[in-house]
């Protein structure tokens, strides 16, 4: 399981950091088109959650 929560991690705190860092509205748009989804896959990843 932990083998599939690390990637998971690292990419949540990947765009979030981008997301800080964004300096135009074109920043943020673009960063907008990476899956949204990884948050929530990242919380089904944790122990004693159902899917």
Not at 7 to 31: F, K, N, T, Y
Request: glycine fraction near 8%; aromatic fraction near 0%.
């Amino acid at each position: 399981m932990d083998s599939r929560v690390r990637p998971q991690r690292a990419g949540v705190a990947g765009i979030r950091a981008r997301m800080d860092q964004a300096a135009e509205l074109s920043d943020v748009v673009a960063l907008e088109g990476e899956p949204s989804s990884r948050p929530a896959d990242l919380e089904a990843l944790r122990p004693g959650r159902r899917p």
